[in-house]
């Protein structure tokens, strides 16, 4: 089993759509969750944080459920600029080990006019 | 503020040649470093981390092999390149006093192997 996966999709969806990513994660231990947005042939940026509460940037929401071991990104009021590459990304470090991780590999998200 | 730097851009290589990419960061110190490869049609692999100079920890046998000379500076190597370390190669810093802090990442390598 991978450590991240997620639905590569593509997910094509009209202007003003609702549209949600999910992503699964393997190791429970895992500490800390992120979602990257990748433009195509451009290196990933830092969409958000994810907490164990949830949390909400402007028209993004993420989820986590530890107890399913799963994340969760939903964009409200889709916009052609959304579209890009959304990378679930998992900390697999333990302790000391800050450096572990891993990125799923992305889901495909196109916005029509 | 930070910056990192990545080079070089772009690269076409036969294969059995060596290789070398350099990341430096600038603005930081003792950042965690990270060199990661996204082959054409996958995710992202991570392939080394770094912690500190010389504590290097690799995620994947294989011919490549990183250095970090200087605190700031992380160079992924091979002797010999094959056809399957062709991709997308990226560096990227995180702070260290952050457990899985946010990544920041280079523009990319995009290694073609001939």
């Known amino acids: 089993r991978k450590e991240v996966e997620q639905d590569p999709g593509p997910f094509n969806v009209p202007e003003g759509a609702t549209v949600a990513f999910n992503c699964t994660y393997s190791n429970s231990a895992s500490q800390s969750f992120f979602w990257y947005r990748q433009d195509c042939r451009k290196e990933p940026k830092l969409l958000m944080s994810?907490?164990?509460s949830g949390n909400e940037d402007g028209r993004f929401t993420a989820q986590l459920n530890r107890a399913s071991q799963y994340i969760s990104l939903l964009i409200r009021d889709s916009k052609l600029s959304d579209s890009a590459t959304y990378l679930c990304v998992v900390n697999m470090g333990r302790g000391s080990t800050l450096g572990r991780l891993y990125f799923g590999r992305g889901t495909q998200l196109t916005v029509w006019p | 503020s930070q910056t990192i730097h990545q080079w070089p851009a772009t690269l076409v290589q036969p294969v059995g040649s060596p290789l070398s990419l350099e990341c430096t960061v600038e603005?930081?110190?003792?950042?965690?470093l990270y060199w990661y490869r996204q082959a054409a049609g996958r995710g992202l692999q991570l392939l080394f981390y770094?912690?500190?100079?010389?504590?290097i920890s690799s995620e994947v046998p294989q011919n490549l092999s990183a250095s970090r000379p200087q605190d700031r500076q992380f160079i992924l190597s091979s002797k010999k390149l094959l056809l399957s370390d062709s991709g997308f190669y990226l560096c990227?810093?995180?702070?260290?006093?952050?457990?899985?802090?946010?990544?920041?990442f280079g523009n990319g390598t995009r290694l073609t192997v001939t």
């Open positions: 603005g930081t110190s003792n950042p965690n």
């Open positions: 990227a810093w995180s702070l260290p006093q952050v457990p899985g802090g946010t990544l920041h």
């Open positions: 770094s912690i500190g100079i010389d504590q």
């Open positions: 994810v907490y164990s």
